[in-house]
C-alpha cells in the first residue's frame, strides 16, 4: 500500500502483533468518523489494558478513542476535527492549543506539523 504522502508499507503480521508490541502508533485516517473495525478496536483497547504505549498522529486519536482509550483524558488531533472528536466521543476533552499530550502510556499529537 502506498499512503498518500508517497510511503509504501507492508505488513508481515497481523493484529496480534500488537499484543507484544513496545508501543502502537495509529497514524491519522481519512475517514475517521467511522469507527475502525471491531477486531482492530479490540486490538487496541487489549493492548492498552496491557500498558503497551499507544501513540496517534492526527485523526489517528479517533481509533483509540473508539477503543475506550482516552475516556476521561485530555487529548489532541488535527484542529479541523476537534470538535468532530468531542461530538463522537463525549467521555474526553480535546485541548486545541497543544501540538502533543502524554498521558503517560497515551499520547496523542495534534497532527505531522500542527498547520493552522
Do not use: Q
Request: net charge negative; with cysteine; glycine share 10%.
Amino acid at each position: 500500500m502506498t499512503t498518500s504522502a508517497g510511503f509504501t508499507l507492508g505488513l508481515t503480521t497481523g493484529l496480534e502483533a500488537l499484543a507484544d508490541a513496545d508501543t502502537i502508533i495509529v497514524p491519522g485516517f481519512e475517514d475517521y468518523r467511522r469507527p475502525p473495525h471491531p477486531r482492530v478496536r479490540a486490538a487496541l483497547k487489549l493492548a492498552g489494558r496491557a500498558g503497551i504505549r499507544i501513540a496517534s498522529i492526527c485523526t489517528g486519536a479517533f481509533a483509540v478513542a473508539a477503543a475506550g482509550l482516552l475516556d476521561g483524558r485530555t487529548v489532541t488531533t488535527h484542529w479541523a476535527s476537534a470538535d468532530d472528536l468531542e461530538e463522537l466521543y463525549p467521555r474526553l476533552r480535546v485541548d486545541r492549543d497543544v501540538l502533543y499530550i502524554d498521558n503517560d502510556t497515551v499520547l496523542t499529537s495534534e497532527g505531522v506539523f500542527g498547520n493552522r
